[in-house]
Each structure stands twice: as structure tokens, then as C-alpha cells.
């Protein structure tokens, strides 16, 4: 082999290993970059799923204060419930104190409860598919006092047996898909269920005003309650369970006045 031989071959490696080096440099980058974007995937994924999965974050201050108020509700579920019993009369009475009661009892506890518990943990999650649940079951509940003791009769069965397998089908669902992923399906249900006792309005209106004064009320009470919800900003989840408060207090009044004080 002559030295000008041996040059070029040099030359040549020298050129080769150049291009390889270039090579594994520029696969390495590609590996890098892919692994960093599978890790950035993975990484959202994560987060999606986390927000689906656990409720919105609050300050212990706003889960204390959320505990509270709606521990007070719990409290006078109980006292509502003594003061019905004591003016019943009537088996439908009792049965639709005891239903009301509770509806009432349930929902601000399993509330108060859901919101006692740690960000994270999975006892809250569980508690939050059964503060989601209770509402279904509180409209439901607030409407025995009215269908026994004041509608009766043929349409009061039809609306209760369409009213609870509503009821059923939205509590079922909350079971099986949480209360997150299928929230734009519960919020109207709630909407409806709630504003269907607009179907007894012109009995109420004609024979009972003040009663539709203050089932009106609350309704209204109810709905305006959900602008807080939804905005959820700080503090805004506190005063939405004021008007929850608020509104089961108002109708609770009418209720009680003007069908087991009458």
C-alpha cells in the first residue's frame, strides 16, 4: 500500500466516522426530544385525569367554613323533623316527614362530610359521588310534603313515579361515572326535577298563595345559588351552600306553616 494509498483511506475513515458521529448525535437528539414529549403526554394525561378524578382544590379555611354551614343544616334537618312529627296527624304526614327529613339530613351531610376530608384522598372522592347523589335525592324529598299532603290523588302518583325514576337514573349515574364527567347531564336534571313543581302552580296559586310564595321562593333561592357554583372561584363554593341553606330553610317554612301548622 503507498502512502498516497494509505492517505485516502485515512481520509476516508476519518470522513466516515465523521458522518457516523453525526449520526448517532442526531438519532440521540430525536430519542431525546420523543422521550421528552411522550414524558410531556404522559404528564398532561396525568393531569387531566387528576382534575377528573378529584374535586376542585380549596384552602382548609374554605373546607371548614363549607363544613359548617352545611353541618348547621344537618343539625336543623333534625330540629325540622322533631317540630313535623310533633304536628302530624295523618299517616301520609309522617311518611312525608320522615321522606323530607331524609332528603334534607342526607344531603348536608354527606356535604358536610365530603368537605371534612383531605384534597387527594380517596374518602373524599368517594363522599363527593354521594354529596352529588343527595341533591337528586333532596329535590325528590322536598317534594313528599306537597305530593302527600297536598296534591294526592292519580297525578301526584304519575309525577312521583316519573320524578324518581329521574331521580334513580341521575343517582345511578353519579354511582357509575362520577359526578365530573357527566356534569353538563346533572345539572340540567337538577334544573328540571326542581322547577317541575311549576306543573302545581295554578293550585297553589288559587288555593294556597302564601305556600307558592315560599316554595317559589326557595326554588328561586336554589337557582340563583348555582352562579356562585359555577364561577368557583375563592370563597364562591362557601356562599353557593348559603343558598342551599337558605333555600331548604325557606321551604321548609312554607311547608310547615301552611300544611302541618294549618
Request: a positive charge; one cysteine or more; glycine letters at 6%.
Amino acid at each position: 500500500m503507498t502512502k498516497k494509498t494509505y492517505r485516502l483511506n485515512k481520509k476516508a475513515h476519518k470522513k466516515q466516522y465523521r458522518l457516523s458521529k453525526k449520526e448517532l448525535k442526531n438519532n440521540y437528539k430525536n430519542i431525546r426530544k420523543n422521550l421528552r414529549n411522550q414524558y410531556i403526554s404522559e404528564i398532561d394525561l396525568e393531569s387531566k385525569e387528576k382534575q377528573i378524578v378529584n374535586p376542585p382544590y380549596r384552602t382548609i379555611l374554605e373546607e371548614i367554613g363549607n363544613s359548617v354551614t352545611h353541618g348547621i343544616g344537618s343539625i336543623l334537618s333534625i330540629v325540622f323533623y322533631v317540630l313535623m312529627l310533633i304536628h302530624s296527624n295523618t299517616v301520609n304526614e309522617y311518611i312525608a316527614s320522615t321522606i323530607y327529613f331524609l332528603g334534607l339530613f342526607f344531603e348536608f351531610t354527606m356535604s358536610t362530610l365530603y368537605h371534612a376530608f383531605p384534597y387527594g384522598s380517596k374518602v373524599k372522592r368517594i363522599f363527593r359521588r354521594f354529596d352529588y347523589s343527595s341533591i337528586y335525592l333532596l329535590i325528590g324529598a322536598s317534594f313528599a310534603p306537597i305530593l302527600l299532603c297536598y296534591i294526592g290523588g292519580i297525578y301526584g302518583t304519575i309525577f312521583v313515579i316519573i320524578q324518581w325514576i329521574i331521580i334513580i337514573t341521575g343517582v345511578t349515574l353519579v354511582a357509575v361515572f362520577g359526578p365530573t364527567r357527566l356534569k353538563f347531564i346533572h345539572f340540567p336534571l337538577y334544573f328540571i326535577l326542581g322547577w317541575s313543581a311549576l306543573i302545581f302552580v295554578p293550585k297553589m296559586f288559587v288555593n294556597d298563595f302564601n305556600l307558592f310564595l315560599y316554595i317559589l321562593g326557595g326554588g328561586i333561592i336554589y337557582t340563583l345559588g348555582i352562579i356562585p357554583f359555577f364561577i368557583d372561584k375563592k370563597v364562591s363554593h362557601f356562599i353557593w351552600h348559603f343558598f342551599v341553606l337558605a333555600g331548604a330553610i325557606v321551604q321548609w317554612l312554607g311547608i310547615y306553616i301552611y300544611l302541618y301548622l294549618k
